[in-house]
């Protein structure tokens, strides 16, 4: 953006409409890294509610790089439970655009913690019921493209997600009761597996935690593409995990004509290219 094009933005934040204030942001933050310092030279000499919200505007701009950088500190933390937390965190934190009240872990802790208190058993599917059932999370098919179902704070809070989102709760509740769970990531959908009792267990967190066995899985019955095998049997890595909610969020922002998170989400994916079963163009669940 050329030095008038961006001060005749900057002297269009004296306007009071929403719909102004709002095409400003999204321009102005789509400069990204190092937009901050032109704006601040910039509106020296304007008016002093142009300072006023162009300060804000280069704080969030700030908050968001912030967050950027700190993306791929995750894949310092080895054990993977902990790496898929840290890393659904800052999908967050980018998502809302700053620092909310609450932190992932805490939401999580006091779940597990409300989950010991109603004396729930330490196995896969009394956890399911009391997420599924009790506590009554549920699969949001409504409005199924929102980018804040990817969004895990507000998945605890609201009781609705994605696939993906539901059993990214269930697992790290699992996780904090001994309980352990593995993701499959299936071809455009998302369960967990666990084991119960010596037997294998799916989990369709989507659909009020029903659980199956391998042949409901995979229902026709017949022989299994290796691919499929290989999803049923082998925990789904974390890089996965997160490269799937990445570009599930790329699609949403997309159909919402939001091209500058749409963006930051693509550039969170391309970490993700060994990984890539989810395409940008759909959703991966």
Known sequence: MNDDTMTHLLSLLDDDSPSVQAH???????????????????????SRPVQSRAAKLVRELRHAESLQSAWFAWQ??????????????????MQYGWTPPVHLSDLLDDLAEEYLEAGGQLDPISMSRFLFVIKDFNGEADDYFDP??????HVLQSGYGLPIS???????LGWRLGVTAFGCALPGYFITRADYKGDRVYIDCFNGGRV????????GGGPLPSHIQYVLDEPAPTEQILGRVANNLVYAYTLRNDDYNADRFAALGD???????????????
């Open 212 to 219: 199956m066995t391998r042949a409901e899985v995979v229902k």
């Open 76 to 93: 310092g933390v080895s054990d993977p439970w902990a790496k898929l937390e840290f890393g659904l965190e800052l999908i967050a934190r």
């Open 166 to 172: 539901l059993c990214s709760v269930y697992m790290l």
């Open 271 to 285: 970490g993700f290219s060994t990984f890539g079963d989810a395409e940008a163009t759909q959703l991966a669940g």
């Open 148 to 153: 804040l179902h990817s969004n895990l704070i």
């Open 24 to 46: 400003i942001r999204e321009r102005l933050m789509g400069l990204g890294t190092g937009a901050e310092r032109r704006i601040e030279h910039m509106v020296q000499s304007m």
